[in-house]
């Protein structure tokens, strides 16, 4: 079964630290990977995406991401946390061999930060 | 550009009650799902629309749901006899065909649902 799992379902960093967020996926085709950030009571956010092309993804507030084929990874990180990242990460898969058009989302990681 | 919008944003009723929920895309926007997010998970997808065919659904998507989009434009997600499963945020979703999945799906900010 195709899945995504995200590593660590809460991440507490110090304002100014490495921010890393874990997401692997299973898939037999080439996905898309998307990464939204959540913040409370309120929809997602799309942070950035890889469809083809270059592996290292910038995004928005700083964050980018790195298609790793050979890991099945597509870990997210941003290297100096700031207060205002704290929310919630969920990395997003579409397997394009599918013929469907549904995100497939994994748990959440839950990122805090310490000042 | 206004983004997507959800109605209402709160939803408090009784088990055995219907409710419906409404969903505008970001106008232009052909495609439009729906989603359903527990607490602790990440969101479901339960439905999408390509204008105003109903393309794919999930099976987390009882008999209990019905979702349409008459015109191609807004949408809406009806729940008859709700149980207290039913309790969730409820995301709905628009997306500018492009020719493939790759296109971004854009979220609005949820339904939150209680059933008592």
């Known amino acids: 079964a195709q899945s995504v799992t995200q590593l660590g379902s809460h991440v507490s960093v110090s304002e100014g630290a490495l921010v890393l967020l874990r997401c692997n996926y299973s898939?037999?085709?080439?996905?898309?990977l998307f990464w939204y950030v959540q913040y409370p009571n309120q929809g997602l956010q799309l942070l950035l995406k890889y469809t083809t092309g270059a592996t290292l993804v910038k995004g928005i507030n700083g964050f980018e991401a790195e298609f790793k084929k050979s890991e099945t990874s597509f870990h997210l990180t941003k290297p100096s946390a700031h207060m205002s990242d704290a929310a919630e990460y969920f990395c997003?898969?579409?397997?394009?061999?599918?013929?469907?058009?549904?995100?497939?989302f994994g748990k959440g990681t839950k990122l805090s930060v310490i000042p | 550009d206004t983004g997507v919008s959800q109605d209402p944003r709160h939803k408090i009723t009784k088990r055995g009650q219907n409710v419906t929920f409404r969903c505008d895309p970001i106008?232009?926007?052909?495609?439009l799902y729906w989603y359903r997010q527990t607490l602790g998970q990440g969101p479901e997808f339960l439905t999408y629309f390509q204008n105003e065919a109903q393309l794919e659904k999930s099976r987390l998507l009882s008999d209990r749901f019905s979702a349409e989009r008459p015109k191609g434009s807004f949408s809406t997600l009806e729940i008859q006899r709700t149980e207290q499963g039913d309790s969730a945020m409820y995301l709905c979703?628009?997306?500018?065909?492009?020719?493939?999945?790759?296109?971004?799906?854009?979220f609005g900010p949820g339904t939150r649902l209680l059933v008592l």
């Open positions: 997003g898969v579409i397997y394009s061999g599918a013929g469907s058009y549904q995100l497939t």
């Open positions: 979703a628009s997306s500018l065909a492009v020719g493939g999945a790759e296109e971004t799906q854009y």
């Open positions: 106008s232009e926007h052909n495609r």
């Open positions: 898939s037999s085709v080439p996905p898309y």
